[in-house]
């Protein structure tokens, strides 16, 4: 069996780095973390690895710094940048930019890690090695940037756009459905909230917005701990392989609102896989007074159990 390769991740968001290793572990690669420019050089230094991901932002050393040292080292190791900025091509100097693989702007899907780092690994092994062949390792979807996932200035490939086009009434269509969606969801009294893998907000329905008294852009702009001051992402993950087979974690806990008030609230957490992205649902009820100790609610009354109705999974 080929040796599996080896990707270096450096983050100094713990979610992050949790959620990236294990997903890149079950897509067959080897994984060491790191959590600051200093650490990332010693262990790039010290170890082959086949590619780097590499935020921008750390705490000790700017990621570009990072990058341009690295590079000066290994010339022709994939470095692959984490950037929640839009214009890093504006405010970064080509001469500094080109040096890396190709960027990802946050937000960015499982799906855009998992092609550049298939690009990037395989387009390491040069052209006389072994590709990759299975069915689901396409040449053209290889080569091909998805929209959120720029390529370097120095990359002569060029994004061609979306692959289809809706028709005017497929488009209202699907306009209509998407706000019969909202709409259906709106009516719903417990609070609704669904959570990417980094912990950030992508949806909330009215009960959430009218719980926590953020409207749509504040509370999509924070993460779970934002308004979850006792959320404990070791429980979480503790639960994490109950939770892909299907069972509910249930528990009490606080929520604090958008003007300091910590409400008690019972929660359901699900988790959903849509289109091979994992995403943390929700759904909470608050409760009329505290129903347990409040110096560590999140430790209280938890339990998990197999869903009445599992949540619709697509792939």
């Keep these: 069996m080929p040796d599996m390769p080896r990707i270096l991740v450096v983050d100094d968001d713990p979610d992050i780095r949790l959620a990236l290793e294990d997903y890149l572990r079950r897509e067959q690669y080897q994984v060491e973390v790191a959590d600051t420019g200093r650490a ?39 470095i692959i940048l984490l950037t929640a900025f839009t214009s890093l091509n504006q405010s970064t100097p080509l001469n500094k930019l080109n040096k890396a693989f190709a960027y990802l702007t946050k937000p960015y899907s499982r799906e855009d890690i998992r092609q550049v780092l298939r690009r990037a690994v395989l387009g390491a092994k040069g052209p006389g090695l072994p590709q990759d ?38 488009y209202q269509r699907l306009t209509e459905y998407i706000q019969l969606m909202q709409f259906a969801f709106d009516q719903v009294p417990e609070a609704i909230l669904v959570a990417g893998t980094d912990k950030r907000i992508r949806f909330a329905n009215q009960a959430a917005y009218q719980a926590l008294g953020y409207n749509k852009e504040e509370l999509e702009a924070l993460r779970i701990p934002d308004i979850a001051p006792n959320h404990d992402n070791q ?46 649902c929700a759904i909470t009820k608050e409760l009329p007074s505290p129903k347990h100790p409040s110096d560590n609610p999140e430790g209280n009354a938890s339990s998990i159990s197999h869903n009445a109705r599992r949540p619709q999974t697509q792939s």
């Design 133 to 170: 062949t299975s069915p689901d390792c396409d040449a053209r979807v290889i080569r091909r940037f998805p929209s959120v996932v720029q390529p370097s200035p120095n990359t002569t490939e060029k994004t061609k756009g979306p692959s289809y086009q809706l028709t005017l009434d497929e």
């Design 235 to 280: 429980r979480y993950q503790e639960h994490l392989n109950e939770l892909r087979e299907g069972k509910t974690l249930s528990y009490y806990t606080t929520h604090r609102t958008k003007h300091g008030e910590h409400i008690p609230v019972e929660i359901s957490v699900y988790l959903l896989n849509f289109h091979g992205q994992e995403f943390t």
């Design 40 to 78: 990332a050089l010693e262990k790039a230094m010290n170890s082959h690895f086949d590619a780097v991901l590499l935020d921008v932002g750390l705490p000790d050393r700017d990621g570009i710094e990072i990058l341009v040292e690295l590079a000066g080292h290994q010339p022709k190791l994939p």
